[in-house]
């Protein structure tokens, strides 16, 4: 019997379209396909999510990587994070899982940066009963580790509770964890199956 909800923010709650963000940012090709490779699709993007690179640390390293000036490449973090908005279709799932009597959590790996821009924005801790910020745990999905905090911090059982994430790899780390876990795609559709398996009209 599922009691427990865990969402994955980018892509599930907000927005994330890494071709859309470089497409939306610059008009110049070439540009764009520096930001996507050597920024986007760096190893530095994944050490930002797990926290063990800063900010401040990140942004002078990927404008030396691109030649793209610090202060453009400022600009470019505040793009993605204005293009962070919220998927309408989720925002009331979560409303509908909790007015159903079910607990929501989230899992997100994202920087912690980010998180607290978009926390100060929307009030996430209050929109959850609680969650993990793989930027502020130093630990990212698809580890186990990061699973099992989340089950020991909120004293959840997997079995228990449904797993909601946009990549397939974190979909399987979470079922082979003992999660019942259903893949993230189109926000209608997806909304659409998970409100039936809740039972949720």
Request: glycine share 4%; hydrophobic share 40%.
């Amino acid at each position: 019997m599922i009691k427990n909800v865990i969402f994955d923010l980018g892509a599930v709650l907000f927005e994330w379209n890494p071709e859309q963000i470089v497409a939306s940012f610059t008009d110049s090709e070439s540009e764009r396909q520096l930001l996507f490779d050597h920024v986007l699709r760096h190893p530095d993007w994944l050490s930002l999510d797990r926290g063990t690179m800063l900010m401040a640390e990140a942004i002078p390293k990927f404008a030396a990587r691109t030649g793209v000036s610090e202060s453009r490449m400022e600009d470019f973090f505040e793009h993605i994070q204005s293009t962070l908005t919220i998927i309408p279709e989720t925002e009331l799932l979560i409303d509908q899982v909790q007015s159903c009597g079910y607990s929501a959590y989230f899992l997100t790996n994202m920087s912690s940066a980010f998180f607290e821009k978009l926390n100060e924005k929307h009030n996430l801790y209050g929109w959850f009963d609680g969650g993990l910020v793989s930027g502020k745990e130093l630990m990212i999905k698809p580890e186990p580790d990061i699973f099992s905090n989340l089950v020991m911090r909120f004293a959840i059982a997997p079995e228990e509770s449904l797993f909601i994430d946009d990549q397939s790899v974190n979909v399987e780390a979470a079922h082979a964890l003992g999660f019942q876990v259903h893949q993230f795609e189109e926000p209608s559709e997806s909304c659409t199956k998970i409100r039936n398996l809740l039972k949720i009209n």
